[in-house]
């Protein structure tokens, strides 16, 4: 944890920590927060769908639901950041409270419910800025949506022009119903419908989230779906319904998805069933749990070209991307690896 975050932490970890995180999109929008000035190693850097990444961390998908700050983001480290989830139309989510910090875990619970401003005021932001840096747009459906698939069709159709590349979740645990379409032929119907949105932009990688929770029949059900659809990969994965017993925060029988460290063996184990699925015919990117250099390499040895984290900034802040990348390299180098690349699926 960096000195200036361990000093704001304590104040943060007073408030609701919906209200906390809005504070922290705000900071990064005035620029408060420090850019990373110290640049990544030769190590770090990988080529993926034919696009050359910084790095291979990026920032997953909900904490900047609406596109606000990416770019602050980018300059924190990151290799890529991914905003969203996008929905067709505004909504205002679940109730609140909705997000809770699980502090002697190192995890988060949220029943979020895709709450969001709309494609409009998405589109807007994205047609505001440069083009500078990677940047993934994560797309979704209304919870009252009669046709799910249409609204994952739509929200493709509209930001494939200021995408970099475009995810698809349909693992969500807080929208009924969502997870539902993780089945094969309800897959296989969205991704095709997402596919021919795209049209032409078929420079523009369309992936697919899915859930940790899925057992190794439905991860093979999954790939088939993806693979017969023909788009470029998976993120492997989101929160978990599940609770470990070894949780220790009170919170810890609050409704929703759970993010964090508790996560990680569950998504790292899933992510190497599906990596094994796969077979190299797509890409994967590793999610969940996310929290060290040591972490990291365990994703991309296990299968994923890249990684992703969000949680463990709720408690280490944004100088955390920095240590990864450190760790990252150095174990990259102590085992011989002159690129990330060389180490994908090291493991399997």
């Known amino acids: 944890m960096s000195g200036w975050y361990r000093l704001v932490d304590p104040l943060l970890a007073r408030l609701d920590a919906e209200t906390a995180h809005r504070l922290a999109i705000g900071a990064l929008r005035a620029g408060l927060v420090p850019a990373d000035r110290s640049g ?27 596109a606000e700050a990416p770019d602050a983001m980018l300059r924190a480290g990151f290799g890529f950041v991914e905003v969203g989830t996008v929905t067709p139309r ?53 919870k009252d949506s009669a046709d799910r698939a249409a609204d994952y069709a739509a929200c493709v159709t509209a930001v494939v022009p200021w995408a970099d590349y475009l995810v698809c979740n349909v693992s969500s645990p807080n929208t009924p119903g969502l997870r539902d379409l993780q089945g094969r032929v309800e897959l296989l119907h969205l991704l095709r419908g997402a596919m021919d ?13 899915v859930a940790p929770d899925l057992s190794p029949g439905d991860i093979e059900d999954v790939v088939d779906a993806a693979l ?13 319904v599940s609770r470990p017993s070894a949780l220790r925060s009170p919170r810890r029988t609050e409704s929703g998805g759970l993010s964090g460290a508790p996560l990680m063996e569950l998504s790292t184990n899933v992510l190497r069933t599906a990596a094994r699925a796969v077979r190299g015919r797509m890409t994967l990117v590793g ?5 060290s250099g040591a972490d990291a390499y365990a994703k991309i040895r296990a299968g994923a070209a890249l990684v992703q984290l969000y949680t463990s900034l709720v408690f280490e802040g944004p100088g955390l991307v920095r240590r990864i990348k450190s760790e990252l390299a150095e174990l990259l180098r102590r085992d011989g690896f002159s690129s990330v690349s060389q180490a994908v699926g090291a493991d399997l």
């Open 90 to 142: 505004p909504q205002a989510g679940n109730p609140r409270p909705r997000l809770f910090r699980l502090a002697p875990d190192h995890a988060v619970i949220n029943r979020m419910g895709f709450p969001g401003e709309g494609l409009d005021a998405v589109l807007r932001r994205l047609k505001a800025r440069a083009r500078v840096g990677l940047l993934g747009i994560n797309v979704g459906a209304n």
């Open 197 to 209: 949105a795209r049209g032409s932009r078929t420079d523009v990688p369309l992936l697919v989230k």
């Open 40 to 66: 990544d190693a030769p190590v770090l850097a990988a080529t993926v769908w034919g696009r050359p990444f910084p790095n291979p961390i990026g920032l997953a998908a909900g904490f900047d639901k609406n």
């Open 287 to 291: 999610c969940g749990g996310v929290a």
């Open 228 to 240: 017969e659809a023909g788009i470029d990969g998976m993120i492997v994965g989101n929160t978990t």
